[in-house]
């Protein structure tokens, strides 16, 4: 067994106390007694919704090699055949192994932070990193409060390079979590209206992403979007957090990674950057403007640990979308093909723009019409209705002239967009799903965007499920 931790070195790192034979060690560490692997150590920790101590009888019949569970659970816990490390509250002591990780690591590490392109962005340096050395980076986009320094205990001694994901709805969120991670580099890759129920206005939210440049270690560098309207505020604000290294990247003239040649594609994006003094060239995989603007974040740090630009660039070619993050399937109609782009993990006005535009870009086949189905962005509070309402200035002129709207705030889109657009509007995913199925037609090419907790990606599932994918594009 690859050992991820020994059993010594994992008590002594949480302060915790071993009960029974403990193994030599664990190979993984686990929350979720469903997914929990043989060898794993169970965290029972205790959520919003749920409490890890009462799975982990599920957790010893998966095959967990530890149980670390808290000490006032104990006694109700009965007998347990599994060995047990007890601890005073379970998520400080996996905290407490996350800080533990970080300093045994001799990683270079990435955290990202923005209001929209996170987890495109980790995934991307996680998949660019791959072809220069062993990376670590956070599963899914785990980056609260439990799943920043899960990733952190997840990381192997060994590996080369870490990226972590560091998100926040309020302020004081990113702060003890970036203290935790202590990255060489800090991307924000962009500041926009998500979340704003929570805050007053932008600034307050840059201010909140600013947070990230309290953890940056020694000599460490803040990568800033350049073309952002927040790029003074956010420089302003790391140079005050103490920052000496502040880069731009993006199309602006003052860009130290910048953009010198685009050519957008339906499926992929030829570039060309000048990236710290070097000249590179690449082909994105994964289509997209906003893909672009990432990829200039990715290749500045990547840069900046020191990785081999040219075999970074390289990778790019074959970069893929995640799903619910602009995954494309061509599905199969009875009489011809439909283009399926699924962008229905996350919505927020700015990533809205980006999936319009990347609809905008797909070309159609035969009497195929470009389709959005839109469900509501969440988390956008009394400035919901107007955010709403403004998605019709992303519709109108362009080539997408049937929309499908779903979610009590979409009413205000609905109302908002005029006459000569086709327009579907239900109240929920379900409501929605008969009347999108019914209504797809060979050539079609068709965009669901959603906030996550709307519950699109079930749309996605449904037209799965009646045309199966031909392919799932590795081009996008």
């Known amino acids: 067994m690859n050992l991820l931790w020994t059993s010594e070195a994992l008590v002594a790192a949480m302060d915790g106390r071993p009960l029974g034979p403990m193994p030599e060690g664990i190979s993984g560490i686990s929350i979720d007694s469903r997914s929990l692997q043989p060898g794993d150590a169970f965290f029972a920790i205790k959520g919003e919704a749920m409490d890890g101590h009462d799975f982990v009888t599920a957790a010893i019949k998966a095959g967990a090699g530890v149980l670390v569970v808290a000490e006032g659970k104990l006694p109700s816990l009965g007998r347990l055949t599994a060995p047990i490390i007890v601890v005073e509250d379970v998520l400080a002591a996996l905290e407490k192994l996350g800080v533990a990780a970080r300093a045994r690591s001799q990683a270079k590490i990435i955290a990202v932070t923005g209001s929209a392109g996170k987890t495109t962005t980790k995934e991307a340096l996680r998949h660019v990193l791959s072809a220069v050395g062993k990376v670590h980076a956070s599963a899914q986009s785990f980056n609260n409060h439990w799943g920043v320094p899960l990733t952190l205990a997840r990381m192997p001694a060994d590996c080369d390079y870490a990226v972590f994901e560091i998100g926040m709805n309020h302020p004081d969120e990113i702060r003890p979590l970036v203290k935790m991670v202590r990255p060489h580099v800090a991307i924000v890759t962009m500041i926009a209206a998500a979340h704003l129920g929570f805050f007053r206005n932008l600034d307050e939210i840059a201010q909140a992403k600013a947070e990230i440049f309290e953890g940056l270690e020694p000599e460490g ?96 070619a074959d970069l893929s979308a995640e799903r619910g993050r602009g995954r494309r399937h061509v599905l199969r109609h009875p009489q011809g093909l439909i283009t399926l782009i699924d962008e229905s993990y996350n919505a927020n006005p700015a990533s809205m723009e980006a999936a319009m535009a990347l609809l905008n870009a797909t070309p159609v086949t035969g009497e195929g019409r470009r389709i959005a189905v839109l469900g509501d962005m969440l988390e956008l509070g009394d400035h919901s209705a107007k955010l709403h309402a403004a998605l019709a200035d992303l519709i109108v002129g362009t080539g997408t002239q049937t929309v499908f709207l779903g979610g009590p705030e979409m009413r205000a889109l609905a109302q908002a967009l005029p006459d000569d657009i086709k327009t579907e509007y239900r109240a929920g995913v379900e409501e929605l799903k008969p009347v999108l199925l019914a209504a797809l037609k060979p050539g079609d090419v068709v965009m669901i965007k959603s906030s996550k907790g709307i519950g699109f990606a079930k749309l996605v599932d449904a037209l799965l499920g009646k045309y199966p994918a031909e392919t799932t594009s590795k081009l996008t």
């Open 221 to 316: 560098a803040a990568v800033l979007n350049r073309d952002d309207a927040r790029f003074k505020l956010l420089d302003k604000m790391a140079h005050a957090a103490g920052v000496e290294h502040v880069y731009g990247f993006g199309e602006n003239a003052r860009s130290t990674f910048k953009l010198t040649k685009c050519e957008l594609h339906a499926d992929h994006s030829n570039i060309a950057a000048r990236i710290g003094g070097h000249e590179v060239t690449a082909r994105i995989g994964a289509p997209g403007r906003h893909m672009v603007q990432n990829v200039l974040a990715v290749l500045g740090a990547a840069h900046l640990v020191g990785a081999d630009l040219d075999k970074v660039a390289s990778a790019l």
